[in-house]
């Protein structure tokens, strides 16, 4: 039996992770505190994959529960995949100390805890935030970070940092998966991403606009340096996204990795108007757009060089723009059909 801990395994790439684990034959153990994510989300992975989850409601800050939920598969665990986190640029510089707490010290609890049971490999979420607004463009693992714009980013700089520090006393392998910006939805339309009120990101604000949930659309300024005037960013599909952990986890050990850092993106930069155009054609629909202000913090522009990870990992993006725009549209569909009226639309358990 290979057993592998996920943390954040229900919410939105934790889940179509945990579909691939689970075809790839792994038993997979997720650890969610359920507060960006619900149990009905356990439904749609076994639709999926006709296979069944361990499902634990842990919060990563309760350090007793989650030893003792990694203690009881000590055995058999091949490596943990460490999705938990808060992830809202806006509410980390309203609510730092949540940021700081959640992302900080869980991630600290959960190395604590892999030290104890001898946890040989850990799977971390990084962001392209860590990049900071990068001098030159493409971005490879070696552009040096500034100091990253958000509260959030910086909890991810720390992560990175503490795992990295964390080999001096403990032997294990890590990666650092540096996500671009994942989107998309599973082709079965059962899991998707189910945003938190309002969304922030742009395709969840997009498809929630198509379907009549949100007036209107404003696309973020027009006046930048790009190609069309629009902000560029290297968007990944989700499902590519997913199945990049699973090789990582192999890889990891097969190669003796210690903090190695990997960008996930496809190395394509769209602006948001392509996007927008994209989500239109491919879904023969029209989105009330109107273009306004530059939203504060925003980069110009970044993409990946997606290199190092097909070097490494022998893993690259196999999914296109059309493929994610017509997902995000199909799992648009698929919940708004059974929104129970309330204007939830994600029927989410949500706790705190
Ligand atoms: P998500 O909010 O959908 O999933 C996170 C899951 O973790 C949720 O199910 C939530 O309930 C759970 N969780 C949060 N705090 C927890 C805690 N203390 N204990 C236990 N469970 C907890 O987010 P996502 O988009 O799937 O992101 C997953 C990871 O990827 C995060 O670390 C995020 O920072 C990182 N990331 C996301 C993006 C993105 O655009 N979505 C980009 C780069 C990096
Ligand atoms: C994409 C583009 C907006 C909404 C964030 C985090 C980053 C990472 C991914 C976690 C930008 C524009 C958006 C809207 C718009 N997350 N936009 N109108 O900001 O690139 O990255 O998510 O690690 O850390 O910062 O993603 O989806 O918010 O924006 O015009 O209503 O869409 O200006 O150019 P972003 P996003």
Known sequence: MKTVIVTGGLGYIGSHTVVELLNE????????????SSEKVIDG????????????????????K???AIGYYQQSIVGVIHFAACKSVGESMKYPSKYYDNNVAGTNNLLMAMKRYNVGNLIFSSSCTVYGEADDLPVTEQTPQKPAESVYGRTKQINEQMIKDMHREHDFNSVLLRYFNPIGAHETALIGELPNGTPDNLLPYVAETAIG???????????????DGTCVRDYIHV??????????LEVSVKKNLKG????????????????LDAFEKENDIKVN??????????VEAIYADPSYAYKLLGWKAQLGLKEMVTSV????????????????????NKKA
């Open 45 to 64: 992975i076994r639709a999926i994959t006709k296979k069944s989850v361990h499902f634990f409601d842990v919060d990563l800050r309760d350090y007793d």
């Open 239 to 248: 499902v590519d996204l997913a199945k990049a952990h699973v090789v990582a």
């Open 329 to 348: 549209w199909k799992w648009q569909k698929a919940i708004s059909s059974k929104c129970c009226g309330g204007g939830c639309c994600g029927h989410k």
């Open 260 to 275: 190695e850092p990997v960008n996930l993106g496809t190395g394509k930069g769209y602006s948001v108007k392509e996007v």
């Open 25 to 36: 034959g792994y038993e997979v153990v997720v650890l969610d505190n359920l507060s960006n």
């Open 213 to 227: 949930k949100r007036d209107l659309f404003t696309v973020f300024g027009d006046d930048y340096d790009t190609k």
């Open 66 to 68: 989650l030893e003792s």
């Open 289 to 298: 757009t109107h273009y306004g202000n530059r939203r504060k913090g925003d």
